[in-house]
């Protein structure tokens, strides 16, 4: 019967081990995907003061050719001045949004963690209930 339980005993730590690796693993990579986010944000907000002067000179281009383009130059000098920013910005809310459900799995992992760690210490004190008795006789 201690063959037995120590065969479990010896599978929840391993099985244990990995949900802790597992969750280790999650953590960093949100942590990389938070770092990303931040810096996409600062980049965005970067493209922005640049889109401010870009969208001057592109606006002003596009009034200037608007007569020979029938107003398609001013619209697309328009658009312009925002598009970087916008993909920026967009990008750091998919990372931030990435990184949140990799904290969710490795909440998970790290739950069942706790649950794994609870039957191996109830077969770790059978197991001690066990040789107690039969030393007895």
């Known amino acids: 019967m201690d063959v037995r ?3 479990q005993i010896r599978h929840l730590d391993e099985e244990i081990f990995e949900k802790e690796e597992q969750a280790n693993k999650l953590e960093r990579c949100a942590d990389q995907l938070d770092e990303r ?6 980049l965005a907000h970067t493209q922005r003061g640049n889109g401010i002067l870009w969208g001057f000179f592109s606006t002003a281009a596009g009034l ?4 020979f383009t029938g107003g398609a130059s001013l619209v697309v000098g ?3 001045a925002g598009i970087g920013a ?9 990372c931030e949004r990435a990184s949140e459900k990799l904290r ?6 790290r ?9 191996r210490d109830e077969l770790k004190l059978k197991k001690k209930n066990l040789s ?3 030393s007895l006789f």
Do not use: M
């Open 5 to 7: 339980i120590d065969d």
């Open 37 to 42: 986010a931040r810096n996409l944000r600062q």
């Open 64 to 67: 200037a050719l608007t007569p």
């Open 78 to 80: 328009l658009a312009s």
């Open 86 to 94: 916008k993909i920026s910005y967009d990008s750091s809310e998919d």
């Open 104 to 109: 969710e799995n490795a909440k998970t992992f």
């Open 111 to 119: 739950h069942d963690v706790a649950v794994l760690s609870g039957k």
């Open 132 to 134: 107690s008795s039969f």
